[in-house]
């Protein structure tokens, strides 16, 4: 068995524009303020582990070589994980068997992005197979356009119901967003104004894609011997599920989606968890798009297949609800890839903590983060507690 993990200490920057900073200053913002929430120095990390999106994005070969200084990762162990979308929980993951594994006792994990330095867009439309794919998907909103439309038919939901569905989830996310000092997009919207905005990839439209953002997150992992000796209060990594599936977008099912499913039941199966739904206090779902959160209520057990939308229109995953979901405005607002899966890690984390300020939930004793990546076939999770 691994030995016990916990989550000491994070550190998020303010997410958007950010041209005030070059990429290794952003990170070194991050770093910082992790190590001061742990309340260790540089000389504490034993290792660390740092991620991006592959190179093409970053402009450079080698970018954790770049940040090493700003990481204060020099003479020390650096690996660098790039799993597209869900390097953030890659990163997270990696971090945790550093801990487990009896390595090492604290290990500095970092994600980021400088999106506004690159070309996202050109990035994401290239990284598919050039003979069919690449033509015909154009990157990332063409690919979950497709997946919208086989959810909706796979079940025979009404569009109009899902797009209602949808609507809400972004209303409620950006929302929530204007109470997170570190997100992107704050904007107060209405149902009707993500009806109305223009169609991206149909039936997907603007209003329900995430933006493209400069920012980083940096997380503390330490031994139970360790986190002992420091002062704040530590969260325990219960359970840990990572899936990939089929590379090629046309050779697996993306509604009954298996890498999600399996990633959550290992994870669950770690955590002694039985009923997602009851035992889960919050939850930070990877939502780069509306639509994709009712793919992921169903592959994670919190509702049967098809329900969905019957989850929103009862509130359960709404503010105030019995299970809420990305109450800090989740992907959808706030989105430097390479750090946005260790971002649903960090907040579950401060829920847990009580320290997330005016998008706290009350009681959170048990949480799940999660985040989607590859070209769509890698799916993680990792469920945290109060409690070993």
């Given at each position: 068995m691994p030995r016990p993990v916990a989550i000491v200490g994070t550190g998020q920057t303010r997410c958007g524009k950010r041209l005030d900073v070059s990429y290794p200053e952003l990170i070194r913002e991050a770093v910082v303020a992790a190590l001061k929430d742990a309340g260790i120095s540089f000389d504490d990390v034993q290792a660390v582990v740092t991620g991006s999106m592959p190179p093409p994005m970053e402009g450079v070969n080698g970018p954790h070589l770049y940040w090493a200084d700003a990481m204060g990762a020099v003479g020390k162990p650096l690996i660098r994980v790039a799993t597209c979308g869900s390097t953030g929980v890659s990163i997270a993951h990696a971090a945790f068997y550093h801990v487990a594994s009896g390595l090492f006792d604290v290990v500095l994990a970092v994600g980021a992005e400088k999106m506004y330095e690159g070309e996202p867009q050109g990035t994401m439309s290239t990284v598919a197979d050039p003979f069919f794919q690449r033509p015909f998907l154009a990157g990332a909103p063409g690919i979950f356009a497709l997946?919208?439309?086989?959810?909706?038919?796979?079940?025979?939901?009404?569009?109009?119901?899902?797009?209602?569905?949808?609507?809400?989830?972004?209303?409620?996310?950006?929302?929530?967003?204007?109470d997170?000092?570190?997100?992107?997009?704050?904007?107060?919207?209405?149902?009707?104004?993500?009806?109305?905005?223009?169609?991206?990839?149909?039936?997907?439209?603007?209003?329900?894609?995430?933006?493209?953002?400069?920012?980083?997150c940096a997380m503390v992992y330490a031994s139970q011997d360790a986190a002992k000796k420091l002062p704040g209060t530590p969260v325990w990594v219960k359970g840990v599920g990572y899936c990939g599936e089929e590379h090629f977008f046309g050779d697996s099912e993306k509604v009954r989606w298996q890498s999600a499913i399996q990633s959550a039941k290992h994870a669950y199966r770690m955590a002694g968890i039985i009923n997602p739904r009851k035992e889960l206090d919050v939850a930070e779902v990877y939502n780069p798009f509306t639509f994709q959160e009712l793919l992921f209520y169903e592959c994670f057990g919190f509702c049967d297949e098809g329900k969905g939308c019957e989850l929103v229109e009862k509130g359960v995953v709404m503010e105030g609800g019995d299970l809420p979901c990305d109450p800090s405005g989740g992907v959808l607002c706030t989105n430097p890839i390479g750090a946005t899966g260790l971002q649903r890690v960090a907040e579950v984390v401060l829920q847990i903590q009580g320290k997330a300020g005016a998008h706290q939930i009350d009681g959170v004793q048990t949480g799940l983060a999660h985040a989607m990546g590859g070209m769509d076939q890698f799916n993680g999770i990792m469920i945290l507690g109060k409690n070993i």
């Open positions: 997946q919208c439309n086989e959810y909706m038919h796979h079940y025979g939901l009404p569009e109009e119901r899902v797009r209602e569905a949808a609507a809400l989830i972004s209303v409620r996310n950006h929302n929530d967003a204007l997170n000092p570190y997100a992107h997009i704050k904007v107060k919207i209405t149902v009707e104004d993500v009806l109305k905005s223009r169609v991206i990839a149909y039936p997907v439209r603007l209003l329900d894609v995430c933006p493209s953002s400069d920012g980083s």
